[in-house]
């Protein structure tokens, strides 16, 4: 597509129910990456995922947290069991190779 | 991950002037970086990008300097606009990684 497009845009859940986010990356890009950007602050790594190659999964804030990537393109973020903290933004990008990283809308996720 | 809480650092500047943000990164082996934009709601958008063996690189109304021996960036943005006012972050990329680490926001007031 021409964009990193990402649903849904906001999401509201009860405390202890899973939700799953959902990005679709620029075509041909290789690479996807999800942040996590809570009210008023820095973009926090979460996850990356290049080609074939084992996820880094460095940044996931706890087992609840855990994403896959279908035939390299199609990205889903799942969180388990979501707590209050877990209220914010999610944002995910692609890029081709290791240049062009491009943002998309962000998923707004609030849990009450 | 990288957070100043709702505390940003914030330059107003009057419309016309031109602007200078700054940012410290703290990888010395980085070796690409990249300035976004992000205005409220919406994903970073890409603004320019300077890989580590340049020390200037400009667009169109926005000039990023590079400082390897201080590991400090900056943008510059000319004549600036209403439509510039958002919050500014810089991203940095380790040689060995593909993942983006983020700075931690500037705040971007147009004073008309």
């Known amino acids: 597509g021409a964009g990193v497009s990402q649903s849904p845009s906001n999401k509201v859940t009860e405390k202890g129910k899973d939700v799953e986010l959902r990005c679709d990356p620029i075509s041909g890009h290789t690479a996807l990456y999800w942040y996590r950007q809570s009210l008023g602050q820095g973009l926090e790594f979460l996850i990356y995922f290049q080609g074939n190659s084992a996820p880094d999964k460095s940044g996931l804030p706890s087992d609840r947290f855990s994403a896959e990537r279908t035939g390299g393109s199609v990205s889903t973020l799942t969180i388990q069991r979501t707590q209050q903290e877990d209220s914010a933004v999610y944002l995910c990008?692609?890029?081709?190779?290791?240049?062009?990283?491009?943002f998309g809308s962000g998923t707004r996720l609030t849990v009450v | 991950g990288e957070s100043v809480g709702l505390h940003l650092p914030t330059l107003s500047v009057q419309e016309g002037d031109n602007s200078i943000i700054n940012c410290a990164y703290s990888?010395?082996?980085?070796?690409?970086f990249i300035w976004y934009k992000q205005e409220s709601g919406k994903g970073p958008q890409f603004i320019i990008d300077i890989r580590s063996n340049m020390d200037k690189r400009q667009g169109q109304r926005v000039t990023v300097l590079l400082n390897k021996t201080v590991k400090h960036l900056s943008l510059q943005i000319a004549a600036t606009q209403p439509g510039d006012s958002a919050v500014y972050f810089c991203?940095?990329?380790?040689?060995?990684?593909?993942?983006?680490?983020f700075g931690s926001g500037t705040r971007l007031l147009v004073r008309p």
């Open positions: 991203a940095e990329r380790g040689d060995s990684s593909y993942k983006l680490i």
């Open positions: 990888n010395s082996a980085s070796d690409y």
């Open positions: 990008a692609s890029s081709s190779f290791r240049y062009g990283y491009t």
